[in-house]
């Protein structure tokens, strides 16, 4: 399966610190992607990292991308009590997205 | 404004009964797709469609239709067969080139009783 597998499942950090979650998957992909979701609404894409790029910025955003190892990691610095959500990756080959089961973000003020 | 419009936001229904979910989308979109979520969980495909008139089986689609006759509009019906239906349906869509990023709509909350 190319399923992203996340890690940590849930990351409970303090306002204005640092945070950083990883993705690791099975297949060759054409791109990987970072979603985020606030409870019970639909998915926000954050950025997209092509199979030949290593290192992506957005704002507050940083994504790396090895494929040699199969794994991405997200950072979200300066982090905010509105940063709390939950955040997929997803892999795309052919066609599809294929996602990931998510880590829960909870930034405590 | 542009995006993409899912009804009703909350869904009950007895089982055995059939269930249309309904995605409006005014992006212009070629692709649209569906996905089911379970609480705590990732997003599993079940049908998607590149062009009007046609349409993919995803990785879940027993006990699921759904039909694309105009651009802007991708129903998904829940049938009888689908065992266990209760879920959050979430529908996308991206535009013409697929190597791209979604855009969700804010969901659908069935719950069958």
């Known amino acids: 399966s190319q399923q992203g597998e996340e890690d940590p499942q849930a990351l409970s950090i303090q306002e204005g610190e640092n945070a950083t979650m990883n993705c690791s998957y099975k297949?060759?992909?054409?791109?990987l992607q970072w979603y985020r979701q606030n409870s019970g609404r639909g998915l926000v894409h954050l950025i997209l990292?092509?199979?030949?790029?290593r290192e992506k910025h957005s704002g507050r955003l940083r994504v790396t991308l090895d494929t040699s190892k199969k794994s991405s990691s997200l950072l979200i610095t300066a982090s905010r009590a509105a940063d709390t959500a939950s955040y997929f990756c997803?892999?795309?080959?052919?066609?599809?997205?294929?996602f990931g089961q998510g880590t829960r973000l909870t930034i405590n003020p | 404004d542009g995006g993409i419009t899912q009804s009703p936001k909350y869904l009950f229904r007895k089982e055995g009964q059939n269930v249309t979910l309904s995605c409006e989308q005014n992006?212009?979109?070629?692709?649209m797709y569906w996905y089911r979520q379970d609480p705590g969980q990732g997003l599993r495909l079940i049908y998607y469609?590149?062009?009007?008139?046609?349409?993919q089986k995803g990785d879940i689609a027993e006990g699921y239709s759904v039909s694309r006759e105009k651009k802007e509009s991708f129903p998904l019906t829940v049938t009888s067969a689908q065992k266990n239906p209760t879920a959050f349906y979430l529908c996308?869509?991206?535009?013409?080139?697929?190597?791209?990023?979604?855009?969700f709509g804010p969901g659908t909350r069935l719950t069958v009783l």
């Open positions: 996308a869509s991206t535009g013409t080139e697929i190597y791209n990023e979604q855009f």
């Open positions: 297949t060759s992909i054409n791109n």
């Open positions: 990292i092509r199979s030949n790029e």
């Open positions: 997803a892999t795309q080959g052919a066609q599809k997205l294929v």
């Open positions: 992006l212009n979109h070629d692709a």
């Open positions: 469609s590149q062009i009007v008139n046609d349409f």
